[in-house]
């Protein structure tokens, strides 16, 4: 059937996009038939040339009443693709660190292997944009090139002390410091102080917005406070310690009863000895921890070749990782996991608050059946009413303070219970005289076993098999 004659019979149709092509039969009687190469050439007659589906073609032709009632799609032609979307390429590899440090296959530690500060000079480049790329070309069914999609551009996220070229492509150090990632990817050049050796009488104490590098000891009675991240190459004595970031200290804390050690984020130590640390997420240390006071928000981690625990208390937020917990001599050490420290302290003030305040209460309870006594006999003088009125409002006072208080202890009660993740996992012994509380529960350890988990089952602190 010749082009004239199939088009009494045929309708051809393309979409708005022109990336679909339809056929759409007219009429259909019994003399209507077409080789596939007919039915295409009248299809290309009309403009569709592109993305032809042959194997459709081939069904109309051999079996056409099963298509005459329908619009059916004969062409389909090529979309282009989103192209390669464009990235900030960084100098440095600004992936966070991992919070454990190197260990070999002999359990040792090596805390220098994660002191990596990313330094800058004043002017030195620390990211360039890279620009995005276009993908393939699409084609319409009528054979018209699509012109290529491009990806998504990339945009510097820009922080403190960092400067844009003139034609907003790279990302430059504004002074001299240390590369660092914050919040929502903003890109910053913190400044840096470095002491090159003690912190003692020459120095003085180290206030900072920035990080603090000391290629030495912090002596006893020091200060040292950083908005960074706080590294000591040496030993730290009875310092206070304060950082808003982490510390890493490479030969240890031998406080002495003295001085703290406190981290927003973590602190890691090869030992810590009659020490007070606080960090708000883990502590890792290498070697041992011994007769000390250590809060962590989330873990705290000693498991290196010795790894001991012994003495002290030890209070983390989510777990306890150690090879030896106590000693033979069973010295008394406890260990408290399933509660951030810091509810914990507060729980105690609560404690105290409410003590407190019932035995104000009390005095100022005394105090009022004195007045009312006097009131009832008409001796009431203008002064002694204004003090019952007081002692009245101070009453209030001390019960709403009550109130909230236990309606608190009662928020915190509650995380207690939510204990289910919380263990003390001892890869080597336990000894006697160890102390384990996992949230509201304790259990006294009497006899010294090996390779054991703490973990909470049925409301009860249970012994299980060591699981790493």
Known sequence: MDIPQLDSYLRIQTSADKLSAFLTFNRMTDEFSCSVSELTQFIRSKGVVHGLRTDVLEQICHNPVAFCKEQVNI?????????????VRFVFDMEDEELKPAEGQDGKVDLKEVTKLKNVKRGQLIAELIEPLAGPSGMTVTGEEIAPKYGKRARFKIGKNVVLNGEQTALYAAIDGLVTMTEKGKTNVFPVYEVNGDVDYSVGNIDFVGTVVIRG????GFRVRASGDIRVVGGVEGAELESEGSIEITSGIMAGNKGFVKAGRNVKSSFIQDGIVYAGEDVIVSQSIMHSSVKAGKNVVCSG????I??????AGEQVVVRTLGNMMSTATVVEVGVNPQLREELLQLRSTIKQSYESNEKTEKALVLLDQLAAA?????????????????????NAVIDESKARMLEIEKTLEDTDRSKVNVSGTVFGGAKVVIGRYTKFVKDSAQRISFRLVDGDIALTPYHS
Do not use: F, H, M
């Open 378 to 398: 008409g001796q009431l003088s203008p002064e002694r009413l204004e003090l019952r009125a007081k002692l009245n409002a101070t009453k209030r006072q001390t």
């Open 217 to 220: 000891n912090v002596l006893n």
């Open 310 to 315: 012994v003495g002290g208390v030890i209070q």
């Open 75 to 87: 062409a389909q032609g090529d979309n282009p693709p989103a192209g390669k979307d464009g990235y």
């Open 305 to 308: 070749a010795k790894g001991l």
